[in-house]
Structure formats: structure tokens, C-alpha cells
């Protein structure tokens, strides 16, 4: 058994081989590092310029829209695939959500309830826009940003939220 922990959320995921993703934030398998190198983005204390706090603000109120909603279609969804999906999708946001936080020194604010549709396919639908807002504005966000793990974090949420889009099109 071998430690890896995740450069992006920190976390540590204990097993034979290193994962194909991190199992808490979803980063892509070249964040996930031997415990021994791993130097994790939330640990690194950096200033933040006005730019990346605007814009680690607006990811938090994203994410954790995100969380509420994917928490809301699992309460809905008509099979427990679909069900144990969206909750996971629901994890994963909150994580993001929790890292925002972590590099901007805030605690992780109280989750509130949104609305979401009965209908699966409508529910589908509804990802596949939150997933391509985000991963067009993590994009932007990652060129805006000065700081190189305000990039690296920006980065590694595009390709998250661009995986979660590839996930829910398996459904359509």
C-alpha cells in the first residue's frame, strides 16, 4: 500500500496504484503525486492579487450552487445510478467550493437549497450548461490569474468540470 495526495485538494488516497483521479476533487491523474513529493496547492500561504480574489469568490458562489443543485437532482433521479451520480458530482463541487476557501483563508460558508426539475433528461440538460459555464470561466480565471497555484487550481477545475460533462452526455 502507497500514500498519494492530491497537489490540488490535498487529500490523501491510500492503495496499490495511484489513481486515475483524485477520488475527492476529481483533479486529473498527473495532480495525484507519491505522498513523498506531493507539495498540495492549499497548503502554499500566498498573497492573492484583487483579480484572483474576485474571482475565487465568484468559483465559491458557483460551486456551491453547483453542490445544491447535484444534491437536489439525486433527491429526484428515478434510478440509484443516477442518484449515487449526482451525489458524487455533489461532493466533488463542495470540494472545490472547500479549496476556494482554503486559498482564500475563509471558512466554507453554510450550503443553501436550489431548485431542480423532475425530469432526468431536463436535469441532464441543466448539468451540461452549469459544466460548460464553468469550464469556460475557469478558463478565463486561469489566464487572469498572476499567481501560479491560483493557474494551476483554474486549470485543474476546467478539466474537472469539462470530465462532468463527458460524464452526464454518457446518459443523454
Known amino acids: 500500500m ?31 503525486k507519491d505522498g513523498s513529493e506531493a507539495r498540495p496547492i492549499v497548503n502554499d500561504k500566498i498573497e492573492l ?13 458557483l460551486e456551491m450552487k453547483a ?12 434510478n440509484y445510478e443516477r442518484k449515487a451520480m449526482y451525489k458524487r458530482l455533489a461532493k466533488v463541487e463542495l470540494e472545490h467550493a472547500n479549496i476556494a476557501c482554503k486559498l482564500m483563508g475563509i471558512a466554507l460558508p453554510q450550503a443553501g ?17 452549469l459544466e460548460e459555464h464553468a469550464t469556460n470561466l ?9 499567481e501560479q497555484n491560483i493557474k494551476i487550481f483554474f486549470t485543474a ?6 470530465d462532468h460533462i463527458k460524464l452526464i452526455k454518457n446518459y443523454l
Do not use: W
Request: aromatic content about 10%; proline content about 3%.
Open 2 to 32: 502507497k500514500t498519494y495526495i492530491c497537489q490540488i485538494c490535498g487529500d490523501a488516497y491510500i492503495g496499490e496504484d495511484r489513481p486515475s483521479e483524485c477520488p475527492f476533487c476529481g483533479a486529473q491523474h498527473h495532480f495525484i
Open 49 to 61: 492579487s484583487e483579480i484572483s480574489k474576485k474571482n475565487l469568490e465568484e468559483t465559491l458562489g
Open 67 to 78: 453542490n445544491a443543485i447535484y444534491l437536489c437532482m439525486a433527491g429526484k433521479a428515478d
Open 113 to 129: 437549497t436550489e431548485p431542480c426539475s423532475e425530469d432526468d433528461v431536463e436535469n441532464f440538460q441543466k448539468t451540461i450548461e
Open 138 to 146: 475557469y478558463a478565463q480565471f486561469a489566464k487572469a490569474a498572476t
Open 157 to 162: 477545475l476546467m478539466q474537472v468540470e469539462a
